[in-house]
């Protein structure tokens, strides 16, 4: 049974310090997204990768986020330096191309 | 831009009661419309979908209609469960593009 896997799921830190969310997707999807899900605001594109590339990341904040995919097994969400309003629900899905969008459980964040 | 509507909840049944929950989109072009489970504690689910005006996704008991002259998506089930307690996103994605855009979501709790 072919899943998304996240690491860590709870990450509980202090405003300041770095945080890094992995992601693996389902192994032979080339293409994956990160979301941000919070109450106030709701599910949330942050950025996308296609075949390893980023093709859209205009809902990420420059200055303290960055996205990457080291390979086509991992991709890495950094936040640095992590603030208060950081604290949400972090999404990683993946899919073959435009196809359906497999969630990952999430990482919930909670930065003190 | 492109927009997604959807009742506010929590929506409160009893089991084998019919459910409805509405979504309406503001889109350029011909959408495709999604719907999406989550349940407490995992990542989204995929529980149907449409890609042309009047084609009707199905999916476990639940149905919606992708309506055009409306511009809705309605999600219906005609004898809920307790199962299907947990929260339901509407989501839509541009013609020609990756994105999903997202509802709020809409909460749902059922009773025996």
């Known amino acids: 049974d072919a899943r998304v896997t996240q690491t860590p799921r709870h990450k509980v830190t202090e405003m300041g310090q770095e945080v890094t969310m992995r992601c693996q997707p389902i192994?032979?999807?080339?293409?994956v997204f990160w979301y941000r899900q919070t109450m106030m605001q709701g599910l949330e594109l942050l950025a996308y990768?296609?075949?390893?590339?980023?093709?859209?990341d205009s809902g990420m904040p420059k200055d303290r986020f960055s996205a990457e995919m080291p390979d086509a097994t991992l991709a890495t969400l950094k936040i640095q330096p992590s603030e208060p309003r950081d604290s949400a629900v972090y999404f990683c899905?993946?899919?073959?191309?435009?196809?359906?969008?497999?969630f990952g459980p999430g990482t919930r964040l909670t930065v003190t | 831009g492109n927009s997604v509507t959807q009742m506010e909840g929590p929506v409160t049944l009893s089991e084998e009661a019919f459910l409805t929950i509405n979504c309406t989109y503001t889109?350029?072009?011909?959408?495709?419309l999604f719907w999406y489970v989550q349940y407490p504690g995992e990542g989204l689910q995929l529980l149907l979908k449409?890609?042309?005006?009047?084609d009707k996704g199905s999916n476990k008991g639940f149905e919606a209609t992708y309506r055009k002259e409306t511009t809705s998506f309605h999600l219906e089930k005609g004898s809920v469960q307790v199962s299907d307690s947990a929260v339901y996103f509407c989501?839509?994605?541009?013609?020609?593009?990756?994105?999903?855009?997202f509802g709020t979501g809409t909460r749902l709790q059922v009773f025996p």
């Open positions: 899905a993946s899919a073959l191309d435009r196809a359906e969008q497999y």
């Open positions: 192994l032979g999807h080339n293409t």
């Open positions: 990768f296609r075949n390893r590339a980023p093709l859209d």
């Open positions: 889109a350029t072009g011909y959408p495709s």
């Open positions: 449409a890609t042309k005006a009047d």
């Open positions: 989501a839509l994605s541009g013609y020609n593009t990756d994105k999903l855009i």
